[in-house]
């Protein structure tokens, strides 16, 4: 079982703020990871660090962290944000990469 | 433009072994760290392993330690996953992964597209 819990299935309207949480321990010391996975495609890197986007990632896609909880944020989703999103962080045991389970989001 | 190219996915049987291949391009490997990342069909990620950027130091996800090992050959661009013992959860999409640092962090910023391991008899 993963050290980092999402929950299974969010669901947003077409242009709301949706957001997407992440708990876990670990999440006290270090900054959540947050990757997105279209069908059929390889992961996508949207949100590391405290909240810091690689180019190309829409600013709508924000990140933050409280206590145990790390929450990416979209601000006006859209169509194509319709996807699982995964966030990492590091295992509190071995300290090596740990993902979450993934949300499956829903734009209605 | 920086591409991962995973190779190697096959259909090998219960205790099997298998050698993954992944082929670096448009950056300078030599200076990061690279991750194997598998998913079951339908399932969520799974780290499976770390090596530095210059091999001196690698990581394995408890359910492969001892039956996988990891390495790279920078001076061929590849990083490689070998995989002894294998077992029907073993059954994934493998994604090699590159990190944002030399000696590993959470950050992946460019994957492959995965290569398919079947464990089946």
């Known amino acids: 079982s993963s050290e980092l819990t999402q929950d299974p299935a969010v669901s947003v309207a077409l242009g709301q703020t949706v957001r997407i949480t992440c708990q876990g321990d670990?999440?006290?010391?270090?900054?959540a990871t947050w990757y997105q996975q279209k069908p059929g495609q390889a992961p996508v890197l949207v949100i590391y660090?405290?909240?810091n986007r690689p180019s190309g990632i829409p600013d709508r896609f924000s990140g933050s962290s409280s206590g145990n909880t790390a929450s990416l944020t979209i601000t006006g989703a859209q169509a194509e944000d319709e996807a699982d999103y995964y966030c990492?962080?590091?295992?509190?045991?071995?300290?090596?990469?740990?993902f979450g389970g993934g949300t499956k989001l829903t734009v209605l | 433009e920086v591409q991962l190219v995973e190779s190697g996915g096959v259909v090998v049987q219960p205790g099997g072994s298998l050698r993954l291949s992944c082929a670096a391009s448009?950056?300078?490997?030599?200076?990061?760290?690279m991750h194997w990342v598998r998913q079951a069909p339908g399932k969520g990620l799974e780290w499976v392993s770390l090596?530095?950027?210059?091999?001196?130091?690698?990581y394995f996800a408890d359910s492969v330690k001892g039956r996988f090992t990891i390495s790279r050959d920078n001076s061929k661009n590849s990083l490689y996953l070998q995989m002894n013992s294998l077992r029907p959860e073993d059954t994934a999409f493998y994604y090699c992964?590159?990190?944002?640092?030399?000696?590993?962090?959470?950050?992946?910023?460019?994957w492959g597209q995965g290569t398919l391991v079947t464990v089946s008899s």
């Open positions: 992964a590159k990190d944002v640092g030399a000696s590993g962090t959470t950050h992946f910023d460019y």
């Open positions: 448009g950056f300078t490997f030599d200076e990061y760290a």
């Open positions: 090596i530095t950027w210059d091999g001196g130091r690698t």
């Open positions: 670990s999440l006290r010391y270090y900054y």
């Open positions: 660090g405290k909240d």
């Open positions: 990492n962080s590091r295992d509190s045991r071995h300290n090596h990469p740990v």
